[in-house]
């Protein structure tokens, strides 16, 4: 039981290190961009929270009402002059097949605002996104497949003459892959496109701390037409509460 302690306690210093180390290097990618097929439980909430070069985000999710899950968050984004400014997101998210071991979930996400988790812009609270998050358990949750697919309305789009446009519709899409190293340890993969910015990736892992409602990313990320030279580390954390809401049924 000691050994059991001891180790549990190095693997929450280490993490929370490491965390502070990748907090404190720029980031050029936000925490990871492909949603999964799952919601928090009912009546629980959690809060989002990651750092980037480009953008930070604080990002706190519930689920009050029975198979949806409402998020509101604050970001402070970088829009090309070296000062964030803050910008706005809310999001809504419901399941259509929920996800379980060795079996497929898919859902629905509505946003308005910029995407939190996709490339830093000019997008405001008046965009709007859709995508449909689509989740494939394989050998007892040991490698979990995840698919992206939606569409965004860039309200941000002006004519030549400087008059506003009718928005630019863009088509976006993105692929992740979760392999579970140890019970507390997920290496994790995702590829993802916004219409015709290029394609980013990242890679990392991610700590789980089951007994304190606490996860830890931490990945590394780019452009892919820029290789290494643009790649820098990301780092982010998630706090999962216990039920808040009454909330009947299960999802």
Known sequence: MRKVLLSRISLVFSAFAALAFCVALPATAQQYVVDDAAIVDPGACHLEAWHGRHASWILPACQPISNWEFAAGVGFVDEGDGAREPTYALEAKTLLRSLSPNDWGIGIVLGLGPNPSAVPGERRLGDVYAFLPASLSLS??????????????????????????????????????????????????????????????????RIHLPDAGIEIDLSWGGHLEEGERGARFTAGVQFVSGRIFGVGGET
């Open 140 to 205: 007892d949750d040991l490698v979990v497949l995840h698919g992206n697919a939606g569409w965004q309305w860039d309200r941000a789009d002006r004519q030549e003459d400087g008059g506003p446009g009718e928005g630019d519709h863009e088509v976006t899409w993105g692929v992740r892959a979760d392999l579970g190293l140890f019970p507390d340890l997920t290496a994790i993969g995702e590829l993802s496109e916004e219409g015709s910015a290029r394609p980013e990736y990242q890679s990392g892992v």
